[in-house]
């Protein structure tokens, strides 16, 4: 990862386990802070980011929902003041 996304922001979606959940570790380990996008619990996937010293945050999303994605992008902007 380039030094420039350190201290950035990813959503990652289906971050609750399998690829996403790899994802949002690798990045975390890039220096990136994470949102969790998913349906499941994604308690274990926050529990890496923070492990590797990044800020990271859970929320229910079913990104086919209009609504449910606006809630998502509140709580990004809530957590992370973007």
Avoid: P, Y
């Avoid at 790899?22 to 349906?39: M, N, P, Q, S, Y």
């Avoid at 929902?65 to 992008?73: C, K, N, P």
């Amino acid at each position: 990862m380039a030094k420039g996304h350190k201290d950035k922001v990813a959503v990652i979606t289906g971050a609750a386990g399998g690829i996403g959940q790899a994802f949002a570790k690798r990045l975390a380990e890039d220096g990136v802070h994470i949102a969790t996008a998913d349906l499941g619990d994604s308690s274990a996937t926050v529990k890496m980011v923070e492990a590797a010293g990044r800020q990271a945050i859970a929320v229910k999303c079913d990104v086919a929902s209009e609504g449910s994605v606006a809630g998502l992008a509140k709580g990004v902007r809530n957590k992370f003041r973007c």
